[in-house]
């Protein structure tokens, strides 16, 4: 299933946590991909 970002952070809202999207890092380096497109996600924090 995909979900929108607006329902996912309305979700997590519901149950008393907090949605963020992002790119996603490795230490200190954001993740690329082999056209050098960064890779996103979402952090959830309660």
């Not at 309305?10 to 999207?21: D, F, H, L, M, N």
Request: aromatic share 18%; glycine share 14%.
């Amino acid at each position: 299933m995909n979900y929108s970002e607006s329902t996912i952070r309305r979700r997590a809202y519901s149950i008393g946590y907090r949605a963020e999207k992002g790119f996603q890092h490795f230490g200190q380096f954001v993740c690329h991909d082999s056209c050098g497109d960064r890779f996103t996600g979402y952090m959830v924090k309660g």
